[in-house]
């Protein structure tokens, strides 16, 4: 179980880190236009 969570942990913060980071961009290219 412990592991598990871990590994959940793991995935969702990857998720997070991705969806700022996609977020930035979208920011970004409105920023130019």
């Not at 590994?7 to 913060?13: F, P």
């Not at 998720?15 to 920011?27: G, I, P, R, S, V």
């Amino acid at each position: 179980m412990e592991i598990h969570l871990r590994i959940n942990w793991r995935l969702e913060s990857k998720f997070e880190f991705l969806k700022t980071k996609f977020t930035e961009n979208e920011a970004q290219r409105n920023r130019v236009e």
